[in-house]
């Protein structure tokens, strides 16, 4: 449907050189004989080369030509100078115009094979997190810093337990493939020991470690990065059914934000742990996850930097918890469409500087 609409639209602007073309060669064969408008006609093929093809782009110059050659003919003939240089003219921009259009199209061929790239890669890596899973009831949105890229370093997971539900957001850092690389890293791992790990400590460390190790792999694409430079920020949840608590461990990661009553709390743990992938901090101290109450109708946000860092006109950062704090929904789908919309008006043009994250949790009632 999208591309036969702009298909109808390509075709109604072909109006704009076509009349263009009829009136420039009107007026030039009714002006005074010093008065000369041929000139104007190679703005036909220039504009047609904003929004077609190559083929029509040419056919569109061919045309001015033509038309060109007519005004000679009846003004005086095909052999004047002043006429001969106006067609020679014409003919070389039309061909340039040509030449650009066939690159514009090949661009905007490579454009579309990234996106679909691009799109199946973030259905494989950055898989969508169910509606509903245990007692809660999630929603997430990824936000693309470049229109090209669909995934980036920022991450979210979920995963079912026998006792409860475990979360994950996170964010790598750097750009590129290399950030995509250690966000699937990350995100495998997790998948993989998340229901088989007992204690939440324990799944920290084991995914700390896959990090570490993969980070100081030269063969990983790590061994432009000096030591320390490469990590991962996240935090981890574990949300039992039994009790209406959740268990947190954060890696240098913004706080989650608990919404209770339309007041905003962050989730600040007293001992942080540090990023996944500084081995030089690794083994420090035993990881303890803090336990924070979490009772039904309650709702937890995780997000990544990417949305509290985004800045407006004047260099102010986007004011998350405020903004939070003044929606009503209830819904985590409905309350991250609001939060999306709201920062999304509060850049420049709606562009984000890097890549954002977001996951809602609401608490469910007991059946």
Do not use: W
């Amino acid at each position: 449907m999208r591309v036969q609409t702009d298909a109808n639209r390509r075709h109604a602007l072909l109006a704009v050189p076509l009349g263009l073309i009829v009136v420039v060669t009107v007026v030039d064969i009714l002006a005074p004989p010093e008065v000369h408008l041929g000139p104007f006609l190679a703005a036909a093929p220039a504009v047609t080369a904003s929004f077609a093809g190559p083929r029509t782009t040419g056919l569109i110059g061919a045309v001015a030509v033509l038309a060109q050659m007519a005004v000679a003919l009846v003004r005086t003939s095909l052999t004047d100078l002043n006429h001969t240089f106006q067609i020679i003219a014409l003919i070389l921009i039309s061909a340039f115009v040509t030449f650009f259009a066939a690159l514009r199209e090949r661009h905007e061929k490579e454009m579309t094979q990234l996106r679909y790239v691009a799109e199946a890669a973030q259905e494989v890596v950055l898989r969508p997190l169910p509606d509903r899973i245990g007692s809660l009831r999630l929603a997430s949105v990824y936000l693309a810093a470049e229109d090209e890229a669909q995934i980036g370093g920022d991450l979210f997971a979920a995963a079912r337990t026998s006792q409860g539900t475990r979360l994950m957001i996170g964010d790598v850092r750097g750009k590129g493939m290399e950030a995509v690389g250690d966000a699937a890293l990350l995100l495998g791992a997790f998948r993989a020991a998340a229901h088989r790990q007992a204690e939440l400590s324990l799944l920290v460390t084991y995914l700390e470690g896959t990090v570490s190790s993969s980070l100081g792999d030269p063969g990983a694409g790590a061994a432009e990065e000096e030591p320390g430079e490469a990590f991962i920020t996240a935090a981890l949840l574990d949300v039992p059914d039994s009790t209406p608590t959740l268990h947190l461990v954060n890696c240098g990661h913004p706080p989650p934000l608990l919404l209770r009553n339309g007041v905003v709390t962050p989730l600040e743990v007293r001992l942080p742990a540090p990023p996944l992938g500084l081995t030089e901090f690794a083994g420090r101290a035993v990881l303890t996850p803090e336990v924070f109450p979490f009772e039904a109708g309650d709702v937890v946000l995780l997000y990544t930097d990417g949305v509290i860092e985004a800045r407006d006109a004047f260099g102010t950062f986007y004011p998350l918890a405020e903004r939070l704090g003044t929606f009503a929904e209830a819904d985590p789908r409905a309350l991250l469409r609001r939060l999306r919309e709201d920062l999304l008006a509060h850049t420049p043009h709606g562009r984000l500087g890097d890549d954002a994250a977001m996951v809602a949790i609401r608490r469910l009632p007991e059946d």
